[in-house]
Antibody, heavy 120, light 111 residues
């Protein structure tokens, strides 16, 4: 069965950095685009970034562009999100998700999420 | 402010039918991009409910259905059950933002 397990969240000071990881199993990782989607406490969902199967196509939300970097290691079946220059408004649960295409992209499987708290 | 607009809340009694609207614009839903719906039960990760406007993944009851017209889409839930109480989100792609967009979410309360 498809499993996505995020890790790396925690408490970090404003301006600090954090690297999130997502371990994928139960499917052929190299065949799928992957995304990071976040949810601030008590708020709705916000798409953060997605990456193509080879990493050659990457997009970011304007809110994180220039500060966050998505990457993947297909040999390790892993997805990453390097987060720099963190701000209080980046506080959220970060979900890793597997993407599918049907006249537009959507996520058919989500991890359980990892909480990132940016606070002094 | 979300790019896609959903009502903050809807409610219905067990067995009733409710609908949740999702309104976009000419750069997303109106541009022909599909709408997808997710269900988020309290304290859990979102789960795909409807993809490609009208399609249900395996295991999703046929009480859930989706539709799309113009710059809007709707999720309908018939035969409401207590376990349907959750937050529901619509999602599409926006060509001007070059990325995915979500609705603000709708909290469904089963009375």
């Amino acid at each position: 069965q498809v499993q996505l397990v995020e890790s790396g969240g925690g408490l970090v000071k404003p301006g600090g950095s954090l690297r999130l990881s997502c371990a994928a199993s139960g499917f052929t990782f190299t065949n799928y685009y992957m995304s990071w989607i976040r949810q601030a406490p008590g708020k709705g969902l916000e798409w953060v970034s997605y990456i193509s199967t080879t990493g050659s196509t990457i997009y970011y939300a304007d809110s994180v562009k220039g500060r966050f970097t998505i990457s993947r290691d297909n040999a390790e079946n892993s997805l990453y999100l390097q987060m720099n220059s963190l701000r209080a408004e980046d506080t959220a649960v970060y979900y890793c998700a597997r993407d599918q295409y049907s006249s537009g992209w959507y996520s058919d499987y989500w991890g359980q999420g990892t909480l990132v708290t940016v606070s002094s | 402010q979300s790019v896609l607009t959903q009502p903050p809340s809807v409610s219905g009694a067990p067995g009733q039918r409710v609908t949740i609207s999702c309104t976009g614009s000419s750069s997303n839903i109106g541009a022909g991009y599909d709408v997808h719906w997710y269900q988020q039960l309290p304290g859990t990760a979102p789960k795909l409910l409807i993809y490609g406007n009208t399609n249900r993944p395996s295991g999703v009851p046929d009480r859930f259905s989706g539709s799309k017209s113009g710059t809007s889409a709707s999720l309908a839930i018939t035969g409401l059950q207590a376990e349907d109480e959750a937050d529901y989100y619509c999602q599409s792609y926006d060509s001007s933002l070059t990325g995915w967009v979500f609705g603000g979410g709708t909290k469904l309360t089963v009375l």
